[in-house]
């Protein structure tokens, strides 16, 4: 089964913190032949070890990128620099106008404590503050759009 990772599309997935892994028809490690016998995938590994360059897989920014970050694009809504704030906005983010709005409504926005949800390559945390004058809540989360960048996915605070 080959697992494949997608953006969540709703906030209760949001919520949930993480990927959505969703499983995709392809070659099973075991299946059937035309005669009904079964055939496996070997499961001794080759005589020698594949020849060749070295290759590594991505690396992920740690998680400690990912909440300056979070700072970072905080500190500049509550000083109301909206190019800044939107400078990390991964490429398929809706955020932008969630944070114009609270730029414009002076926000004094911070994360709330404790309140964070981790994963390989997501980040999601709680928000807590004022906006326009009132008391809103809110969350901000973050995805590796490329290995080993951050980027904004979403912002409310409401």
Known sequence: MEL????PTTLAALVAGGWLLTAACGAAADSAD???????????????????????A??????????????????AVNAGDIESAAAPLCSDSAALTEIESAVSRHAAVRTAASTETVG???LAVDLAGRVGG???????SLFQEQPGTWCVYTFTAL
């Open 120 to 122: 390989d390559d997501f």
């Open 58 to 75: 991505p690396s992920l920014a740690p998680v400690e990128a990912g909440r300056a970050m979070v700072d970072d694009v905080l500190r």
């Open 34 to 56: 035309t005669n009904g016998t079964s055939v496996s995938a070997p499961t001794t590994p080759p005589a020698s070890p594949p020849q060749g360059p070295a290759t590594s």
């Open 134 to 140: 009132h008391p809103v809540t809110g969350r901000i």
């Open 4 to 7: 494949i990772r997608t953006r």
